[in-house]
């Protein structure tokens, strides 16, 4: 499907170049325009610059990576007739232009709705199209602290006198562009059925404050702002000093503390009465944290990582970028690639975020084309649907149906973005042990606290529906089988083996369902 996928990219934000490289990565064709003249990522470091004085900008290849790139003049009438050639080639438009910008290139709402209802644009801009910030000026720094990020950054700093922290890099408009790639691509899947197109308004501030977690509904059920002065609540949750770096930690289930209370060969201080619940280690969590210090300080930060993770407790270390580099879990699955650029020479670039079929996909350095090339270009397939043969409009994913096995973090927020596409999404759950976010308390005042009133649980799982089964049994994992036969899609973060053990893995489901 995505190989019949034609982008024309433009514009010059983050966000917007890697939604587009995404898509690059997963075979569409993607041809950036590209103005050396006005695009910043161009200077931004790392830079090369050659023995001629020539910079070349790291950021600016990795956005860049998989795509055929164009060089083209929008002030003038040549190259807005190339863009316009592009226009009739493309059946995606993604671009980071402000509404006055789209408008004089053609790529605003209104003229695609007549002009090309079939193409889907997707708009990646720092506060959106519309309503009153639409037209003001952004860079990365605006949106983490617009979008409410780098508020509660560094997090859990009782000194009142520290800034808020903006994340290093671009991480705010990374993570936009992963989110709009997605929108994008099931907005073309549905397109394919329908022959219709659609436009998809994309704000960064709006996408980051959607990502603030416990900040959302610790607000809305309770006015209660979270700052980054704010303590943590479940204890121990920190980055600790080893003999040779820095490792984190964090015990979010009593029986993840209880590991770590026997790996560190049950200290007295450990075993008082005291520090048996996430209550009592929250009260005394300055105590519970020196002591752990200590415990951690006499060791080297890979040697505590490997021993305590063999007791399934959740250390990771704090890696400098020359440890990730040679990071051999790492480089067993391929996750950095040398690719050969034409001035750089060989240079070693980030992989494709999927691994499918057991490998990633290639990465190759940016193509230049010429004019010549965009005038050759063929015009897509059209066959627009007329206004009186449209049927119903439609979500992107309606009519897709996924089993939710996820359990807190990415999967959970993951599936729900895929509800809020359409998708018909049924979560299974234990009905022996109940979700930790159902766990989680922080009910509305005023009601009576239960597993349907957390106010995580209800946030990250909007637009699902759930059922409780007891997998440790043949009726419950036959259950999850039947609910399979009929599914498209099966999302699950167990721990590695998991699913497997329980007879659900997926060399077991392919056969009960092949297309899942």
Same mark, same amino acid.
């Given at each position: 499907?995505? $190989?019949?996928?034609?982008?024309?990219?433009?514009?010059?934000?983050?966000?917007?170049?890697?939604?587009?490289?995404?898509?690059?990565?997963?075979?569409?064709?993607?041809? $950036?325009?590209? #103005?050396?003249?006005?695009?910043?990522?161009?200077?931004?470091?790392? *830079?090369?610059?050659? =023995?001629?004085?020539?910079?070349?900008?790291? *950021?600016?290849?990795?956005?860049?990576?998989?795509?055929?790139?164009?060089?083209?003049?929008?002030?003038?009438?040549?190259?807005?007739? +190339?863009? !316009?050639?592009?226009?009739?080639?493309?059946?995606?438009?993604?671009?980071?232009?402000?509404?006055?910008?789209?408008?004089?290139?053609?790529? @605003?709402?209104?003229?695609?709705?007549?002009?090309?209802?079939?193409?889907?644009?997707?708009?990646?801009?720092?506060?959106?199209?519309?309503?009153?910030? =639409?037209?003001?000026?952004?860079?990365?720094?605006?949106?983490?602290?617009?979008?409410?990020?780098?508020?509660?950054?560094?997090?859990?700093?009782?000194?009142?006198?520290?800034?808020?922290?903006?994340?290093?890099?671009?991480?705010?408009?990374?993570?936009?562009?992963?989110?709009?790639?997605?929108?994008?691509?099931?907005?073309?899947?549905?397109?394919?059925?329908?022959?219709?197109?659609?436009?998809?308004?994309? &704000?960064?501030?709006?996408?980051?404050? &959607?990502?603030?977690?416990?900040?959302?509904?610790?607000?809305?059920?309770?006015?209660?702002?979270?700052?980054?002065?704010?303590?943590?609540?479940?204890?121990?949750?920190?980055i600790f000093d080893t003999?040779?770096?820095?490792?984190?930690?964090?015990?979010?289930?009593?029986?993840?503390?209880?590991?770590?209370?026997?790996?560190?060969? $049950?200290?007295?201080?450990?075993?008082?009465?005291?520090?048996?619940?996430?209550?009592?280690?929250?009260?005394?969590?300055?105590?519970?944290?020196?002591?752990?210090?200590?415990?951690?300080?006499?060791? %080297?930060?890979? /040697?505590?990582?490997?021993?305590? +993770? %063999? &007791?399934?407790?959740?250390?990771?270390?704090?890696?400098?970028? !020359?440890?990730? @580099?040679? #990071?051999?879990?790492?480089?067993?699955?391929?996750?950095?690639?040398?690719?050969?650029?034409?001035?750089?020479?060989?240079?070693?670039?980030?992989?494709?975020?999927?691994?499918?079929?057991?490998?990633?996909?290639?990465?190759?350095?940016?193509?230049?084309?010429?004019?010549?090339?965009?005038?050759?270009?063929? %015009?897509?397939?059209?066959?627009? %649907?007329?206004?009186?043969d449209l049927g119903m409009?439609?979500?992107?994913?309606?009519?897709?149906?996924?089993?939710?096995?996820?359990?807190?973090?990415?999967?959970?927020?993951?599936?729900?973005?895929?509800?809020?596409?359409?998708?018909?999404?049924?979560?299974?759950?234990?009905?022996?042990?109940?979700?930790?976010?159902?766990?989680?308390?922080?009910?509305?005042?005023?009601?009576?606290?239960?597993?349907?009133?957390?106010g995580m649980f209800n946030?990250?799982?909007?637009?699902?529906?759930?059922?409780?089964? @007891?997998?440790?049994?043949?009726?419950?994992? /036959?259950?999850?089988?039947?609910?399979?036969?009929?599914? #498209?899609?099966?999302?699950?973060?167990?721990?590695?083996?998991?699913?497997?053990?329980?007879? *659900?893995?997926? #060399?077991?489901?392919?056969?009960?369902?092949? $297309?899942?």
């Amino acid at each position: 499907m995505i $190989k019949t996928m034609r982008v024309l990219e433009v514009g010059v934000g983050v966000g917007a170049s890697y939604a587009a490289r995404l898509l690059a990565d997963q075979g569409a064709e993607v041809i $950036k325009v590209d #103005d050396s003249e006005v695009d910043w990522i161009r200077k931004r470091s790392p *830079l090369h610059v050659d =023995s001629a004085g020539n910079s070349k900008s790291g *950021l600016f290849l990795s956005l860049n990576l998989n795509k055929s790139l164009v060089e083209v003049d929008l002030s003038g009438e040549t190259g807005r007739n +190339q863009f !316009a050639n592009l226009m009739e080639w493309a059946n995606v438009i993604v671009h980071s232009l402000g509404l006055h910008e789209a408008s004089l290139l053609g790529i @605003d709402d209104a003229n695609m709705r007549k002009n090309y209802p079939q193409v889907v644009v997707l708009a990646v801009t720092p506060f959106g199209l519309s309503a009153p910030y =639409s037209a003001f000026n952004a860079t990365e720094l605006t949106i983490a602290h617009g979008g409410g990020w780098a508020g509660l950054c560094p997090m859990t700093h009782r000194e009142t006198e520290y800034p808020p922290l903006k994340m290093h890099g671009h991480h705010c408009s990374l993570m936009a562009g992963v989110a709009a790639s997605t929108v994008t691509l099931a907005a073309y899947r549905d397109g394919l059925r329908s022959k219709v197109g659609e436009y998809i308004d994309f &704000s960064l501030q709006e996408y980051v404050a &959607s990502v603030l977690e416990f900040g959302i509904h610790i607000y809305s059920y309770h006015g209660h702002v979270i700052k980054r002065t704010s303590p943590r609540s479940l204890i121990p949750w920190r980055i600790f000093d080893t003999k040779d770096g820095a490792i984190f930690l964090a015990c979010i289930e009593q029986d993840q503390w209880e590991r770590l209370v026997d790996f560190m060969g $049950k200290p007295e201080w450990a075993m008082l009465d005291v520090f048996n619940t996430p209550g009592g280690r929250n009260e005394n969590q300055d105590v519970i944290h020196t002591f752990v210090e200590e415990f951690i300080a006499e060791w %080297k930060t890979f /040697d505590l990582y490997h021993a305590a +993770q %063999k &007791s399934r407790i959740c250390f990771a270390p704090v890696m400098t970028f !020359a440890q990730l @580099d040679r #990071d051999p879990h790492l480089a067993e699955r391929n996750f950095f690639e040398i690719v050969e650029e034409p001035k750089l020479g060989p240079v070693k670039v980030i992989g494709s975020a999927v691994v499918a079929n057991g490998s990633r996909v290639s990465m190759s350095p940016p193509m230049w084309i010429n004019s010549e090339k965009v005038s050759e270009l063929g %015009k897509r397939d059209d066959n627009v %649907k007329k206004d009186g043969d449209l049927g119903m409009a439609k979500r992107p994913l309606e009519g897709v149906r996924i089993v939710d096995m996820t359990w807190v973090w990415a999967g959970t927020f993951g599936t729900m973005n895929l509800a809020h596409l359409g998708a018909d999404v049924i979560r299974v759950e234990s009905s022996v042990r109940p979700d930790l976010y159902r766990r989680g308390g922080a009910a509305p005042e005023g009601i009576e606290p239960s597993l349907n009133t957390a106010g995580m649980f209800n946030q990250w799982n909007q637009g699902k529906r759930s059922v409780a089964v @007891d997998l440790r049994t043949d009726a419950g994992r /036959d259950l999850v089988k039947r609910l399979v036969r009929e599914a #498209d899609v099966l999302v699950q973060n167990f721990a590695t083996g998991v699913m497997a053990r329980m007879g *659900l893995g997926y #060399d077991n489901l392919k056969e009960i369902n092949p $297309k899942l």
